[in-house]
């Protein structure tokens, strides 16, 4: 098998009829190595969190930093332009990778920002600030539709454009398969409602979202559709034109890429015609005393200093996932998340929240084990080096739902391998029997 060349994420991990090679994978992610807990081998199994790095992200942001460390679009020196080239070519391998890349303005629909979360509250800022000036501007009486699945990030702005609009916040259930209450589809998304923001794949429940039909009746109404695709880059191949939402946002370092970036893509013209979220350096086109004017996008929505190396990184990111195959990845994502359901519950007491199969579901699964709570479980699977996430994960209101306060949750990626399922379902019955087979 062709392997991947060393520091530049260049290459190919499959070849016609070649298995997904994972053992090979993990050999570009030196912390898998780690022995934790009492010389326990690492498990890490809370992807969905954040996902481990390779040494070719690390590499590229380091040959970044010792070679052509500079700011962009300021210094007229050599390591200006290499620093400025660099990140613009971050901006234009990121709009290739979602699928923009084809279109008239693709790299300019790519704005960069700290994470997904900035980048809902950007979105979720300049529609209200556009108001009803604006087509798709939020004003008083007008509706904002989410789900009840949401990641916090995905709640919390829009409250908050509510409660400063005099707007309307409404949503989606969820069905007790954990999946999204379309019944009131046409009555939930009317004439009112200008944005409907949604997650693709739910951080917590698992749950991929029907969002075509979404999408469809979205724009029938002439809303716009704002796509949540923190956990969904990271495991499906996404084009942007195909999904035919008018925004998408997702974060760098659930990609195996670094932390302190996201990307906000939006479709040029609705973009163009909003106002800034930030007012600064570089988001302006000129600036006197009394007033200023602005740049165009991508450049209106990212004042001061952006975050250099980390495009540098999510760009190494973006290649070495292409590498390997966003199918490819998919395909693993899928097969690993399956075996890991079918051996889960076989676990006495364990309840899945959340879709049972791996049919439409990611690898984030959510679940309790009797009246163990998750804390303890999380804690006694992380004294056999597996790590898990244990709490809320900023989603409440879906917990709520179905009953709980909190999930254990255990999450899968390009890396994640059966042994570590077993050893996943060997350590929660390790937990049973220390707490009394409660």
């Known amino acids: 098998m062709p392997s991947l060349t060393s520091g530049t994420g260049a290459g ?47 590499e590229a942001i380091e040959r970044h930093y010792l070679q052509h460390n500079a700011n962009v679009a300021r210094a007229m020196h050599q390591l200006g332009a290499e620093a400025s080239e660099a990140f613009e070519g971050a901006r234009t391998r990121i709009a290739d990778f979602i699928g923009a890349g084809r279109r008239e303005h693709g790299r300019e629909e790519v704005v960069f920002a700290k994470n997904a979360s900035e980048a809902l509250n950007l979105v979720a800022r300049v529609l209200g600030d556009a108001g009803s000036s604006h087509p798709n501007g939020i004003a008083s009486g007008d509706e904002i539709v989410i789900s009840e699945m949401e990641h916090h990030s995905n709640i919390v702005p829009w409250q908050l454009l509510a409660e400063r609009s005099g707007a309307v916040l409404r949503w989606f259930g969820v069905t007790d398969e954990g999946r999204l209450d379309l019944d009131d589809l046409d009555t939930l998304i009317t004439e009112r409602t200008k944005v409907v923001s ?17 999408i469809d009746r979205a724009h029938a109404v002439g809303a716009i559709v704002v796509v949540d695709a923190s956990q969904a880059v990271p495991q499906l191949p996404v084009d942007v034109d195909a999904l035919g939402a008018d925004v998408v946002v997702f974060t760098g370092h659930k990609m195996v890429g670094p932390t302190g970036i996201g990307v906000l893509w939006g479709r040029y013209d609705l973009l163009a015609s909003l106002p800034p979220f930030l007012g600064g350096g570089e ?26 190396a980390q495009a540098v990184g999510l760009a190494a990111a973006a290649d070495y996932l292409d590498g390997i195959g966003m199918e490819n990845v998919a395909a693993h994502e ?11 519950q076989q676990v006495e007491g364990l309840r899945v929240v959340g879709p049972t199969e791996a049919v439409l579901r990611g690898g984030a699964v959510s679940f309790t084990l009797g009246d163990v709570h998750p804390h303890d ?6 004294s056999r080096g597996i790590a898990v996430r244990a709490g809320h994960h900023c989603a409440k209101p879906a917990h709520r739902r179905f009953g709980v306060q909190s999930t254990t ?16 379902v060997e350590g929660l019955r390790y937990t049973q029997q220390y707490f009394g087979g409660r």
Do not use: C
């Open 334 to 344: 899928q097969a690993i998340t399956t075996y890991a359901l079918e051996r889960m």
């Open 198 to 214: 949604l997650t693709w794949v739910s951080n917590m429940l698992g749950t991929v979202n029907p969002l075509e039909l979404i």
């Open 377 to 382: 479980v999380a804690q006694l699977l992380d």
């Open 12 to 58: 190919v991990w499959t070849q016609a009829g070649e298995p997904y090679d994972v053992e090979r994978i993990r050999e570009d992610f030196p912390i898998l190595g780690r022995r934790l807990a009492g010389d326990h081998p690492l498990v890490y199994l809370d992807s969905a969190n954040t996902s481990q790095k390779p040494r070719q992200v690390v």
């Open 283 to 308: 988001m302006i086109e000129t600036v006197s005393m009394e007033r200023s004017t602005f740049a165009a996008p991508p450049s209106r929505f990212e004042a001061g200093t952006p975050p250099i």
């Open 409 to 424: 949750r255990a999450s899968f990626y390009l890396y994640t391998t059966e042994a570590e399922i077993d050893a996943l």
